[in-house]
Protein backbone atom coordinates (compact mmCIF):
# COMPACT_ATOMS: atom_id res chain seq x y z
CA UNK A 1 0.00 0.00 0.00
CA UNK A 2 1.23 3.92 -0.77
CA UNK A 3 -1.09 6.05 0.68
CA UNK A 4 -0.39 8.68 3.91
CA UNK A 5 -1.25 8.79 7.43
CA UNK A 6 -1.83 11.36 9.79
CA UNK A 7 0.04 11.38 13.51
CA UNK A 8 -2.85 11.12 15.99
CA UNK A 9 -0.49 11.35 19.15
CA UNK A 10 3.39 11.13 20.55
CA UNK A 11 4.00 10.08 23.54
CA UNK A 12 7.46 10.12 24.78
CA UNK A 13 8.55 6.64 25.88
CA UNK A 14 12.31 6.96 27.07
CA UNK A 15 14.97 8.66 26.45
CA UNK A 16 15.26 10.36 22.93
CA UNK A 17 12.19 7.69 22.17
CA UNK A 18 8.85 8.51 21.05
CA UNK A 19 5.79 6.79 20.34
CA UNK A 20 4.08 8.13 17.13
CA UNK A 21 0.55 6.86 16.79
CA UNK A 22 -1.57 6.92 13.33
CA UNK A 23 -4.93 6.86 12.20
CA UNK A 24 -4.92 3.37 10.12
CA UNK A 25 -6.14 4.35 6.17
CA UNK A 26 -8.80 2.61 4.89
CA UNK A 27 -7.46 -0.85 4.25
CA UNK A 28 -4.18 -1.07 6.03
CA UNK A 29 -3.74 -3.82 8.23
CA UNK A 30 -0.69 -5.49 9.50
CA UNK A 31 0.60 -7.51 12.04
CA UNK A 32 3.57 -6.98 14.79
CA UNK A 33 7.01 -6.94 13.79
CA UNK A 34 6.35 -5.86 10.52
CA UNK A 35 7.60 -2.92 9.57
CA UNK A 36 6.48 0.28 7.42
CA UNK A 37 8.33 2.88 5.18
CA UNK A 38 7.69 6.88 6.25
CA UNK A 39 8.24 9.64 4.46
CA UNK A 40 8.06 13.53 4.24
CA UNK A 41 9.54 16.13 1.72
CA UNK A 42 12.23 18.14 2.88
CA UNK A 43 13.51 20.92 0.98
CA UNK A 44 12.25 19.69 -2.17
CA UNK A 45 14.24 16.29 -1.64
CA UNK A 46 11.89 12.85 -0.55
CA UNK A 47 13.12 11.39 2.94
CA UNK A 48 11.84 8.61 4.28
CA UNK A 49 13.09 5.55 6.46
CA UNK A 50 11.74 1.88 7.85
CA UNK A 51 9.82 1.60 11.33
CA UNK A 52 8.96 -1.53 12.78
CA UNK A 53 5.36 -1.39 14.23
CA UNK A 54 4.67 -1.61 17.68
CA UNK A 55 1.49 -2.14 18.29
CA UNK A 56 -0.23 -5.58 18.77
CA UNK A 57 -2.79 -4.84 16.74
CA UNK A 58 -3.82 -2.41 13.84
CA UNK A 59 -7.06 -1.28 13.90
CA UNK A 60 -8.28 1.97 13.89
CA UNK A 61 -4.80 3.06 14.90
CA UNK A 62 -1.42 2.11 14.10
CA UNK A 63 2.15 2.62 16.22
CA UNK A 64 5.84 2.71 15.67
CA UNK A 65 8.64 3.43 17.77
CA UNK A 66 11.03 5.95 17.06
CA UNK A 67 14.72 6.15 18.68
CA UNK A 68 15.99 10.06 17.54
CA UNK A 69 20.20 10.47 18.21
CA UNK A 70 19.92 14.80 18.80
CA UNK A 71 23.31 14.45 18.15
CA UNK A 72 23.92 12.75 15.26
CA UNK A 73 20.16 12.08 13.99
CA UNK A 74 19.69 14.03 10.27
CA UNK A 75 17.10 15.70 8.76
CA UNK A 76 14.28 13.20 8.91
CA UNK A 77 14.76 12.43 12.42
CA UNK A 78 14.62 15.87 13.34
CA UNK A 79 11.20 15.94 11.55
CA UNK A 80 10.04 12.76 13.65
CA UNK A 81 11.48 14.82 16.51
CA UNK A 82 9.29 17.56 15.89
CA UNK A 83 6.19 15.60 14.54
CA UNK A 84 2.93 16.28 16.40
CA UNK A 85 -1.02 15.27 16.30
CA UNK A 86 -1.46 16.54 12.78
CA UNK A 87 1.41 16.11 10.84
CA UNK A 88 1.18 14.01 7.68
CA UNK A 89 3.54 11.38 6.18
CA UNK A 90 3.80 9.29 3.30
CA UNK A 91 2.83 5.56 4.40
CA UNK A 92 4.06 1.85 2.43
CA UNK A 93 4.15 -1.09 3.13
CA UNK A 94 3.55 -3.04 5.53
CA UNK A 95 7.33 -4.90 4.68
CA UNK A 96 8.57 -8.11 6.15
CA UNK A 97 7.83 -11.96 7.28
CA UNK A 98 9.69 -11.53 10.29
CA UNK A 99 6.28 -10.76 12.43
CA UNK A 100 4.32 -12.67 15.12
CA UNK A 101 1.86 -15.26 12.88
CA UNK A 102 -0.09 -17.09 15.75
CA UNK A 103 3.26 -18.59 17.51
CA UNK A 104 2.23 -20.25 20.69
CA UNK A 105 5.28 -19.11 22.64
CA UNK A 106 7.23 -16.10 21.62
CA UNK A 107 10.46 -15.03 23.23
CA UNK A 108 11.66 -11.75 21.59
CA UNK A 109 15.09 -10.73 22.19
CA UNK A 110 15.61 -6.48 21.80
CA UNK A 111 17.41 -3.82 21.81
CA UNK A 112 17.19 -0.10 21.05
CA UNK A 113 13.96 0.79 19.33
CA UNK A 114 13.31 -3.03 18.80
CA UNK A 115 11.99 -2.98 22.01
CA UNK A 116 8.99 -1.59 20.46
CA UNK A 117 7.95 -5.05 18.32
CA UNK A 118 9.16 -6.83 21.81
CA UNK A 119 6.32 -5.42 23.69
CA UNK A 120 3.96 -5.50 20.63
CA UNK A 121 4.39 -9.84 19.53
CA UNK A 122 4.29 -9.85 23.36
CA UNK A 123 1.15 -8.14 24.09
CA UNK A 124 -0.57 -9.91 21.06
CA UNK A 125 0.52 -13.40 22.24
CA UNK A 126 -0.93 -12.92 25.64
CA UNK A 127 -4.39 -11.78 23.95
CA UNK A 128 -4.20 -14.67 21.83
CA UNK A 129 -3.78 -17.21 24.72
CA UNK A 130 -0.39 -18.15 24.06
CA UNK A 131 3.21 -17.40 26.16
CA UNK A 132 5.99 -14.67 25.64
CA UNK A 133 9.12 -13.52 26.93
CA UNK A 134 11.06 -10.55 26.19
CA UNK A 135 15.26 -10.26 27.10
CA UNK A 136 15.83 -6.50 26.47
CA UNK A 137 19.45 -4.89 26.63
CA UNK A 138 19.59 -1.11 26.61
CA UNK A 139 21.09 1.67 29.25
CA UNK A 140 17.76 3.50 29.06
CA UNK A 141 14.52 1.64 29.12
CA UNK A 142 11.98 2.64 27.54
CA UNK A 143 8.16 1.39 26.88
CA UNK A 144 8.59 0.86 31.01
CA UNK A 145 5.07 0.57 31.58
CA UNK A 146 4.24 -1.85 28.73
CA UNK A 147 7.15 -3.94 30.01
CA UNK A 148 5.98 -3.94 33.48
CA UNK A 149 2.22 -4.25 32.20
CA UNK A 150 3.56 -7.48 30.89
CA UNK A 151 5.61 -8.79 33.76
CA UNK A 152 2.68 -8.24 35.89
CA UNK A 153 0.88 -10.47 33.20
CA UNK A 154 2.84 -13.06 34.06
CA UNK A 155 5.52 -13.09 31.10
CA UNK A 156 9.00 -13.35 31.81
CA UNK A 157 10.66 -10.16 31.45
CA UNK A 158 14.35 -9.85 31.74
CA UNK A 159 16.41 -6.17 31.69
CA UNK A 160 19.63 -5.74 30.80
CA UNK A 161 22.20 -3.13 30.81
CA UNK A 162 23.88 -2.53 27.34
CA UNK A 163 27.06 -4.35 28.00
CA UNK A 164 25.71 -7.23 29.77
CA UNK A 165 26.04 -10.63 28.23
CA UNK A 166 22.54 -12.38 26.78
CA UNK A 167 23.82 -16.16 27.50
CA UNK A 168 21.98 -16.25 30.66
CA UNK A 169 18.63 -14.37 30.11
CA UNK A 170 18.04 -16.14 26.43
CA UNK A 171 18.80 -19.43 28.24
CA UNK A 172 16.30 -18.36 30.86
CA UNK A 173 13.50 -17.85 28.58
CA UNK A 174 13.74 -20.40 25.93
CA UNK A 175 12.22 -23.81 27.11
CA UNK A 176 12.66 -25.50 23.97
CA UNK A 177 8.34 -26.21 23.71
CA UNK A 178 7.13 -27.11 20.71
CA UNK A 179 6.37 -24.50 18.99
CA UNK A 180 8.47 -21.82 20.76
CA UNK A 181 9.68 -19.08 17.91
CA UNK A 182 12.01 -16.89 19.14
CA UNK A 183 12.21 -13.38 17.61
CA UNK A 184 15.10 -10.48 17.19
CA UNK A 185 15.10 -7.04 16.38
CA UNK A 186 17.87 -4.88 17.17
CA UNK A 187 20.92 -3.05 15.44
CA UNK A 188 23.76 -5.57 13.43
CA UNK A 189 25.73 -5.80 17.35
CA UNK A 190 22.14 -7.00 19.57
CA UNK A 191 21.40 -9.81 16.79
CA UNK A 192 24.90 -11.23 16.61
CA UNK A 193 25.12 -11.34 20.18
CA UNK A 194 21.42 -12.93 20.03
CA UNK A 195 22.21 -15.56 17.26
CA UNK A 196 25.33 -16.41 19.55
CA UNK A 197 22.90 -16.71 22.89
CA UNK A 198 20.53 -18.74 21.25
CA UNK A 199 23.18 -21.12 20.11
CA UNK A 200 24.46 -21.88 23.37
CA UNK A 201 21.19 -22.23 25.02
CA UNK A 202 20.76 -25.36 22.71
CA UNK A 203 18.47 -23.71 20.45
CA UNK A 204 18.33 -22.56 16.54
CA UNK A 205 19.66 -19.26 15.74
CA UNK A 206 18.70 -19.98 12.07
CA UNK A 207 14.79 -20.60 12.74
CA UNK A 208 14.68 -17.14 14.18
CA UNK A 209 12.69 -14.36 12.82
CA UNK A 210 15.38 -11.95 13.00
CA UNK A 211 15.00 -7.96 11.41
CA UNK A 212 18.68 -6.25 11.83
CA UNK A 213 18.08 -2.64 11.37
CA UNK A 214 21.92 -2.11 10.18
Not at 31 to 45: A, M, S, W
Not at 132 to 158: K, Q, T
Not at 170 to 183: D, Y
Request: glycine share 12%; no cysteine; aromatic share 8%.
Amino acid sequence: MDTTATVSAVETVGRDTYALRFDAPDGFAAEPGQFVKLGTEIDGESEARFYTLSSPTVGDTFEVTVGIDPDEGGEFSAFLADAEAGTEMTLSGPFGDQHYDGEPRAVVIAGGPGVGPAVAIAERALDDGAEAAVVYRDDDVSHADRLDALAERGVAVHLLDAAEELDDAVAAALTGTEGETVFVYGFADLVADAEAAIEAAGGDADAAKVENFG
